[in-house]
Structure formats: structure tokens, C-alpha cells
């Protein structure tokens, strides 16, 4: 292996995971949540965040919808 490369010759070219990049957010998630989260993450082995991305994601690719029921006021 050389000590030394000569970059100067290299093509630059566009980065083909560019488009799949994870977008940064904020949220505020119940604590139970997170910690349910992070139990089965420590399980599967997996970051928590990684386990929330794969199962928003999951919800995602089959259309699932959230039921919400707001308590009716009399």
C-alpha cells in the first residue's frame, strides 16, 4: 500500500444514499413510551431511535392508521 494517493485525479460524483438520509427532529414522547421502546431495543440489540424509525416506518409501507376517540362532552 502507498504511503501517499494522489486525490487530485479522482471524479467527484453524488452520494447514492443521499436521498435516504434521516431528516433530524424533535419530539416529545411519553416516558413510558421511551421506555418500552428502549426495552425492546436492548432485546433486539438495536438504538431505540433506530426501533421507533423501523416501526413508524412499518406504519408507513401498510397504511396504518391511528383510531383516535375523543371522549364526547355532554
Known sequence: MKAEYDLSKLKSRKNPYASKLKK???MRLSEDVVEYFKGMADE???P?????NLYLRDCLTTSRKVQIKWPQTV
Open 24 to 26: 433530524p427532529v424533535t
Open 44 to 46: 433486539a440489540g438495536v
Open 48 to 52: 431505540y431511535q433506530s426501533l421507533i
